[in-house]
């Protein structure tokens, strides 16, 4: 799995995880404390300066030194914060308020903890290692083994670095914007709803009865005459036997659909067979867990279905997560389905056709829709759908 941030990264297994720059990058994370450091000390030697005069002055003047390298400070820790958490940072509307908190506390607190724990870090290990050098003389009894302990500990540093750099990164990120997690109901429209339903139904339509249909049908006479030409007990024949029965069930499903009937799983077994069917075809790996009392109102069933389709074809075509999961149950008498993925986040209603679709499908059957899909993951997509 790919590791977005230094804490994700101390998941892997040791080896890849020590011969990956989340180590070195969790280690310069923290020595980049050098500079809210050095403002730490231009304040200290202001608010000293000036209290040389008067303790009044020494207040001012200290205080006026923070006010001026908070904005740098402030600057500086969204950019290092790319060493061990490269996803954007969103934007709050209270962002200068939280900038500046961050800045005055790493300026006050977190600049020292930083560099203490660099320093204890690596200087375990490498005064150990270096012993037979730095205390001549020593007996090799005690050198030898001493360095043996020094490098072994080494890979232990890369871990605590990594840890601290990373749990700084998230405290960062916490301050700069909030967990965005709570979940935003996605809008829909009346209006739309007429022409967007109207205008898609027509088109498909006419796509798969023109097109689809057309070359299916084509496809599966060829195949059901290549079969004919062949030996029947060769493994060819076999093999087109199998792509011959395939193509007639695709065209059977594809008929069904421009009768407007749905899917024929769903039809036949219910949401919970038809999502396991769908999941089961999804090229990212998906954990299916949807338990229901029985079968539901078919609207209802169609809507649910609808959702996981299209909330999983944007798994596979945006996400680039490493595993879905969908859960569905009933809660009261409400229909409650999620999927959910942990990739990338950041999905817009906005800027596709397919979220605001199943929007406007959900409010016919008096449904609704939720996401929370914060930049940097993860994706949650759930509906509630009054059940019966
Ligand atoms: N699971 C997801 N992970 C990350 N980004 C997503 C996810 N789902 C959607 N997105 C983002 O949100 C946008 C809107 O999704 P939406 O389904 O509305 O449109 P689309 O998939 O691009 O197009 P279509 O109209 O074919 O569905 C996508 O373009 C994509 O950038
Ligand atoms: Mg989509």
């Given amino acids: 799995m790919l590791n977005r941030t230094a ?52 207040a001012v003047a200290g205080l006026a030194a923070l006010a001026l390298s908070v904005p740098l400070v402030a600057r500086f820790e969204r950019l290092r914060l ?16 939280r900038e500046v908190w961050l800045a005055v506390m790493t300026v006050l607190a977190f600049w020292w903890i930083d560099l203490l724990m660099l320093a204890f870090t690596i200087a375990g290990p490498l005064v150990l290692a270096l012993t ?45 914007a909030p967990p965005d997690s709570e979940l935003h109901e996605v809008l829909r429209s009346r ?6 339903f109207e205008v898609e139904r027509r088109r498909i339509e006419r796509d798969l009865h023109d097109g689809a249909q057309q070359r299916l049908v ?23 036997g199998q792509a011959h029965d395939e193509a007639k069930r695709a065209l059977a499903e594809l008929r069904e659909l421009i009768r ?14 038809a999502v396991r069917d ?51 149950r009933m809660e009261g008498g409400t ?3 999620e999927v959910r993925d942990d990739g990338v986040g950041g999905a817009d209603p906005e800027r596709g056709t397919g979220l605001t679709g199943l929007a406007d499908r959900l409010s016919v059957v008096g449904g609704r829709l939720s996401l929370s899909s914060p930049a940097g993951g993860p994706t949650r997509v759930r509906v509630e759908i009054p059940g019966s």
Avoid: C
């Fill in 7 to 58: 804490l994700e990264a101390l998941t892997r297994r040791p080896l890849p995880f020590l011969a990956s720059s989340w180590p070195w990058r969790g280690a310069a994370y923290l020595a980049a404390s050098v500079v809210p450091g050095l403002a730490a000390g231009a304040t200290a030697a202001a608010a000293a300066g000036g209290a040389l005069v008067t303790p009044a002055l020494g």
């Fill in 191 to 196: 209006a739309r709803l007429v022409d967007a």
């Fill in 335 to 337: 229909l409650v389905v």
């Fill in 218 to 240: 084509s496809l599966s006479m060829k195949l059901g005459m290549a079969r004919l030409d062949l030996p029947a007990d060769s493994e060819t024949a076999r093999l087109v």
């Fill in 278 to 328: 769908v999941a089961g075809r999804s090229p990212v790996p998906v954990d299916v867990d949807v338990a229901l009392p029985g079968r539901l109102p078919a609207p209802v069933e169609v809507t649910a279905y609808y959702v996981v389709t299209e909330a999983l074809a944007n798994v596979s075509k945006h996400s680039r997560a490493a595993r879905a999961a969908v859960t569905g």
């Fill in 132 to 176: 037979p050098v730095l205390q001549e003389p020593v007996s090799p009894l005690i050198g030898a083994p001493a360095s043996l302990a020094g490098v072994l500990l080494l890979p232990v540093a890369a871990y605590t670095i990594t840890a601290w750099g990373g749990a700084r990164g998230a405290m960062a990120r916490a301050m700069l």
């Fill in 260 to 273: 407007g009937v749905h899917n024929q799983v769903l039809t036949d077994r219910g949401l919970a067979a």
């Fill in 82 to 97: 790319r060493l061990v958490d490269p996803a954007p940072v969103p934007e709050p509307p209270d962002r200068r308020r």
